[in-house]
């Protein structure tokens, strides 16, 4: 089989209201780059890639040259094709490979009318378990609803998430407001929530010694982990030696030479597992199965998804053994999804991996041009900037907070 053409069509799907994090906001939206490889037996693979509030179609024109005629099935060649590792210092395409891969396996699958899962071993479970990812949110533009800034809004948000998706692990993103203030509130989701798990996470934005302080002030939790609180693996270890809970990272083991760097000398106890930003799902099952080697827990990272993106992070959570803490995903925030069938649900806090051959999704074609036609109405934003501070942006470690009040 070869591939015969590749198209990318940015899409625009609204969230349902703005939600902020330590470096700025996802605006209201997320703008995702769909990707579509054709193959000479007319089989279409699927793929989806994000890029910060950005569009990702020039990068993925770019890459034509290297995949027409490419056998979809030779992902170890293509990996070296596009994204070898000393070239790509140059060109840093692995969150394109990632895209790229997606839609190879999900157009082996289908020509050997299998899920993706059993072209990753099998699956061992049928549903992967979700956190309920709360995010401090501004309120919607339109509706004026939707507004997470106060403990009491943040324990009522969480409330109805539980209420609607049966969520038993909670993950707070914060690095929004001052710790004092994300305390009190993590603390308060905690007191509401009895008998469930936690997870903090306020994406590198503390001094060590605030991560610290803050850390010790969430030890009494039943907490997951404690995800990033600072930013480096020198700043981790030093936090790991200080405080009684698991440190969890997205942002500093992403790679090989990082996790092997870690196993070396621990900074980080939980690796999350990123379909994305580790090159794809095959990338991802080789970090499980090394760190279930060395015994250092895993969990799936969402680096903002809509379905096709969900479908990878579902059928890798169903097929690694070491998979015992639940998976994030931003996708209960989302209004819509461009899937045939709508969004995907969730069911006791778990969504069923699909059994179809591929990723088992298929793209609406109508809602795909919608949100390609809501992309040119709104055009890009800045990941990295708050729209209600504009001319903020954050140093590392941070201690310019919003104001709550
Ligand atoms: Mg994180």
Redesign the pocket.
Known sequence: MKITDLRATTVTVPLEAPLRHSNGAHWGRFVRTIVEVDTDEGITGLGEMGGGGQSAELAFAGLRPYLLGHDPFALESLRFRIANPTASLYNNRTQLLAAIEFACLDIAGKALGTPVYNLLGGKVRDQVEFASYLFFRYADTATGLGEVRTPDQLVEHALALKEAHGFTTHKLKGGVFSPAHELEAYRAVAEALPGDRFRY?P?CALSVEEAIRFGRAIEDLDNDYY??PTWGLNGMRRVRDAVAIPLAT??VVVNFEQLATNLRDPAVDTI?LDTTFWGGVRACVKAANVCETFQQSIAV?SSDELGIQLATMLHLGAVLPNLTLAADAHYHHLTDDVLVGGKLTYQDGRIAVPDGPGLGVTLDRDKLAKYAELYRELGDYPYDRDPGRPDWYPLVPNTDWADPS
Request: glycine share 0%; aromatic share 0%.
């Open positions: 996470d994406n995800e990033d997205n942002t999350l990272h």
